[in-house]
């Protein structure tokens, strides 16, 4: 067994966007609120994302940021707002549009790379010969090809993301939800897959809520920067960033433009402590 | 890899061998010969007696078998309903565990009271000797699995079903086996327990047989077949979970 081999990181084809994106934001919530008990984690936050857009969410640690993907999602019911996922208000119908993807991997060890990304096409009752079938094509297509029936164990850590991330993905939901996607990973592995990840959503554009304590990240990524402040989390500023994830990272990084918004958004983090 | 406690054991047995010859030994432990024969007078009870050993050996292993197997579909249905229900977990939990502070000893008789000399007042022995080792560890694999994957799940579209037997039961499989290779150990006390108890056959009861005649040589033997019993079954179920669980914790 092979340990750790790794994928070069390909540049993706894109293909036609999944359908057609309907007016109106793809996912909302409004004056949402939510305490565990006694401990109010999140207080009044207006958020929306549209179609196509990846919003990012930074904030520091605990102040909701993973909760707010759960309310989001259906996972859980909240306290306090309304929340709308594509028209959809009630936490079951949500669940059914929002694919979610953990800080960890959480690859089912037991099966294959490809048995792990086709999981949601099994869960509605597909045979396991059509989802993979299936779901081969993006193994091509986002540089994993060869490591279909690779168990978890034989891949590095930026190739467990990522085929957890096809996972999602293959869910064939209109709205991503990721929370922290890279936070286990080492800056470089991390580097790679951002700019992985940025031509991932070109060829498969989803609305998008990536939750990430790594600033840097959610500038490069998003099209707009939500910032929340220190427990309760509460909307201390919204930054229109768009435009940085059309380019290789190295260069989008380095811009003053760039650099203008990192500090506008430390700033905002500093002041929400 | 086998070689070491291999060598151990050849040693042992030799010394054994040469303690029980060498009369000296015996003279300064004032112990009768008959007491504690050499390992090549059990080796020939073990060739002499081989009928009667395989006779009853194979009825002991019936009962161990078919208890076992009773507290393997036992302990797991227990644990996975413990697991889905809360309320259930709260109420029976706490008595899981009171359940085995009743010594078998005290019960064992009490059931050939109730069921007689047949097999099942054996049955029910090792299946509660085996039901707290197995249910335990089910349960706490059971317990292991990240919420976070049962979180994933919901939003892959999967029924509680197909969470459970995709995400929860695989997890659980290694901690199973654990509890099942410590259960199928005692197993084999608890069949020994159960023959003492009342019974007409079987290896327990052959060893009290040959106990009261003095024959301690095919005691012994008994005892050696009995501890074959034991290490041959875990042996098997830690093959079948290196095939089966192979992803461990």
């Known amino acids: 067994m092979h340990k750790s081999q790794e994928a070069p990181v390909a540049e993706p084809h894109s293909i036609s966007e999944p ?9 909302s919530v409004r004056a949402l609120s939510h305490s565990f008990g006694e401990l109010r984690v999140l207080d009044g936050v207006d958020l929306h994302v549209a179609p196509h857009e990846v919003l990012g969410v930074v904030g520091p640690s605990g102040c909701g940021k993973s909760t707010l993907l759960e309310l989001v999602a259906g996972l859980r019911e909240q306290s306090v707002g309304d929340i709308s996922v594509g028209g959809a208000t009630c936490a079951e119908d949500r669940l059914a549009r929002c694919a979610y993807m953990p800080q960890r991997d959480l690859l089912l060890p037991w099966l294959s790379a490809i048995d792990n990304a086709s999981l949601a096409l099994r869960n509605r009752g ?7 079938r299936a779901t081969a094509p993006l193994f091509e297509r986002f540089g994993l090809a060869g490591f279909e029936r690779a168990r978890p164990a034989e891949l590095s850590g930026g190739m467990r993301q990522r085929v957890a991330f096809l996972r999602t993905l293959m869910a064939g939901k209109p709205v991503l939800l990721l929370d922290e996607p890279f936070g286990g990973l080492d800056a470089i592995t991390r580097g790679e897959m951002q ?5 991932a959503l070109a060829a498969e554009p989803r609305a998008v809520i990536l939750v990430t304590h790594d ?3 959610a500038l490069y990524l998003s099209d707009r920067v939500a910032v929340l402040s220190a427990r309760p989390g509460q909307l201390v500023a919204k930054l229109a960033v768009s435009g940085a994830r059309a380019r290789p990272r190295a260069d989008a990084i380095t811009t003053p433009e760039f650099a203008r918004r990192r500090q506008h958004a430390l700033a905002a983090l500093k002041e929400g402590r | 890899m086998m070689l070491a406690p291999l060598a151990v054991i050849v040693l042992a047995l030799a010394a054994w061998e040469l303690a029980a010859r060498w009369e000296l030994v015996a003279d300064a432990l004032s112990i009768e010969p008959f007491l504690i024969p050499a390992p090549s007078d059990i080796a020939e009870a073990l060739w002499s007696d081989r009928e009667l050993l395989a006779e009853d050996g194979w009825v002991t292993l019936r009962e161990i078998l078919l208890g076992f197997g009773l507290a393997l579909v036992a302990g797991l249905t227990f644990a996975t309903a413990l697991h889905l229900s809360d309320t259930l977990r709260r109420a029976f939990y706490p008595l899981l565990v009171a359940s085995q502070t009743v010594p078998i000893i005290v019960i064992a008789p009490i059931l050939v009271v109730w069921f007689g000399f047949g097999i099942t007042p054996k049955l029910v022995i090792i299946a509660l000797i085996c039901f707290f080792p197995i249910t335990v560890n089910a349960l706490d ?10 979180k994933l799940m919901r939003t892959l579209d999967a029924s509680r079903l197909r969470t459970f037997m995709r ?9 199973a086996f654990s509890g099942a290779k410590v259960a199928v150990a005692v197993a084999v006390i608890g069949a020994v327990f159960g023959e003492w108890s009342g019974a007409d056959s079987g290896l327990g009861h052959l060893m009290l047989q040959s106990s009261a005649q003095l024959e301690t040589a095919r005691l012994f033997a008994a005892v050696v077949v009995l501890s074959a019993f034991a290490i041959g079954l875990f042996g098997l179920l830690s093959l079948l979970e290196r095939r089966v669980a192979w992803w461990g914790r």
């Open chain 1, 126 to 132: 597909e045979r396991r010969e059509a989802a993979r």
């Open chain 1, 215 to 217: 600033v840097e990240e």
């Open chain 1, 19 to 27: 359908g057609t994106p309907n007016g109106g934001p793809a996912a």
């Open chain 2, 167 to 175: 995400g929860e039961a695989p997890s659980a499989l290694p901690y």
């Open chain 1, 195 to 199: 700019e992985w990840l940025a031509g």
């Open chain 2, 141 to 150: 694999g059971l317990r292991s699995v990240d919420p976070d994957l049962i």
